[in-house]
């Protein structure tokens, strides 16, 4: 158990917050396969020089740490983000997750999500963050654990409702934070329930500065935005490059409708490229031109900066805030 200085879990080890630099909060480097290879194969990314090819893309727009959100059984790779980890050390910081999906991705009669104990599972997570992760990503039935530990743990909810077992999951994700400290992002899917979560997750007693929405920028109302700001949580807004929901001008109008109302400090940055085709390097090895993570930092902070947002505010948001939201709650540490 670490002592009360404050600190974020990369997968190389804990570190000070402030030598995160610019972080994206949530994003995908590697994804092995699992559900989301269903709905599309552009889910599949296991090419671990295009990856790092990705990343140095990323560091050299100015990036330093990256948010990887691929939770067990759904495209989380621990041996690939190891290697590319370790090719990076000194370099860049790596911060991998636990936890869940959305509902759909989940058997609703055999899944262990479904049939384990509720207590039981809370364990599984603990040991994910405090001891290391299974480097099958609970695949099973072996479990063998690596010395990298989980960093962050990732919950997932779906469309315009909240699915028994999302419920189950966001309790034990509750339970996980008041034994570990760890923070909790959410997946919303197409940014709906986000002010649902958030009172589940306050009810249950976990810190709204430990409570990170995704997928926001989705439903772009900025009235709702303000809803959720009150709850003085964190937003993740990850949308630049997404033309086929909004536009990025929609994106950065409505982040800087926060920042005047008073909430630049709740604000994070995220590309969310989960796909083949939404990174350079992939695209490179398919003959494909296309913009990637680094467009987060070389297309879309600059447009903040057209639209009058401060440096100030993008400090906050690329840097300063990410200290806050990504470090372990020591209040609820023994």
């Given at each position: 158990?670490n ?28 994804k ?14 296991i090419?671990?020089?295009a ?142 329930m ?71 400090k ?35 902070v ?33």
């Amino acid at each position: 158990m670490n002592d009360k200085k404050e600190f974020v879990r990369t997968v190389l080890g804990d570190i000070d917050p402030k030598e995160m630099g610019v972080v994206d909060c949530h994003d995908h480097l590697i994804k092995n396969g699992g559900p989301e290879v269903e709905e599309h194969i552009d889910f599949l990314m296991i090419d671990i020089n295009a990856a790092k090819k990705e990343l140095q893309n990323y560091l050299d727009a100015g990036g330093k740490t990256m948010v990887t959100m691929d939770p067990p059984n759904v495209g989380r790779d621990v041996n690939r983000m190891l290697e590319i980890a370790n090719d990076f050390k000194g370099k860049a910081h790596l911060i991998m997750s636990t936890g869940f999906h959305k509902a759909k991705f989940y058997d609703k009669h055999c899944s262990w999500l479904k049939t384990v104990e509720e207590d039981k599972i809370v364990a599984m997570m603990v040991a994910e963050i405090e001891e290391g992760m299974d480097k099958h990503s609970y695949n099973g039935p072996v479990v063998e654990r690596v010395s990298a530990k989980a960093g962050i743990i990732k919950v997932g909810t779906g469309y315009a409702s909240i699915d028994p077992l999302e419920q189950k999951s966001l309790r034990i994700a509750a339970k996980t934070n008041l034994a570990t400290g760890v923070p909790i992002l959410i997946h919303t899917q197409l940014g709906t329930m986000g002010l649902e979560v958030v009172d589940i997750l306050l009810k249950l007693g976990v810190s709204p500065k430990k409570i990170i929405l995704s997928h926001l920028n989705k439903n772009p109302d900025k009235y709702y935005y303000e809803k959720i700001c009150e709850k003085g949580v964190f937003i993740a807004f990850d949308g630049p490059d997404r033309v086929k929901y909004y536009p990025d001008s929609t994106l950065a109008e409505n982040m800087k409708y926060l920042i005047d109302k008073g909430y630049q400090k709740q604000l994070l940055l995220a590309m969310d490229a989960g796909r083949f085709y939404y990174q350079t390097a992939y695209s490179e090895t398919k003959g494909h031109i296309s913009f990637g993570i680094a467009y987060m930092l070389t297309h879309f902070v600059p447009l903040l900066k057209q639209i009058g947002v401060s440096q100030d505010a993008i400090d906050d948001i690329l840097i300063n805030n990410p200290q806050v939201a990504l470090a372990f709650d020591n209040s609820k540490r023994g």
